[in-house]
């Protein structure tokens, strides 16, 4: 059974700093990319980050390059998102989620629960 479990979200100000995790089981973990999503209130689903284990490629959402990092560790099979200098547009439920490379936010098959993430101006 796939497993996606985040944690490290909360509340921060405007300027701060989060890191999300996402521990991961009952896949091969290397084989896949992994990363996040988010969805803000009244808001569609949205890519964050990606990262495909086997290469260590990485992509972002324009409004996050720059300030976000993603990174695994295949050891662990978790993945990571730093969040630094922080928005309060960037408040939502951040979810984990496997192929997240798919075509289509439709076609991902497994999710976390979500975690939400504040950032008060």
């Known amino acids: 059974e796939v497993q996606l479990v985040e944690s490290g979200g909360g509340l921060v100000e405007a300027g701060g700093s989060l890191r999300l995790s996402c521990a991961t089981s009952g896949f091969p973990f290397a084989h896949y990319s992994i990363g996040w999503l988010r969805q803000a209130p009244g808001k569609e689903r949205e890519r964050v980050s990606c990262?495909?284990?086997?290469?260590?490629?990485?992509s972002y959402a324009d409004s996050v390059k720059g300030r976000f990092t993603i990174s695994s560790d295949n050891a662990k099979n978790t993945v990571y998102l730093q969040m630094n200098s922080l928005k309060p547009e960037d408040t939502a439920v951040y979810y984990c989620a496997v192929d997240c490379s798919s075509p289509l936010i439709q076609g991902i098959e497994h999710w976390g629960r979500g975690i939400l993430v504040t950032v008060s101006s």
């Open positions: 990262i495909t284990n086997h290469d260590g490629y990485t």
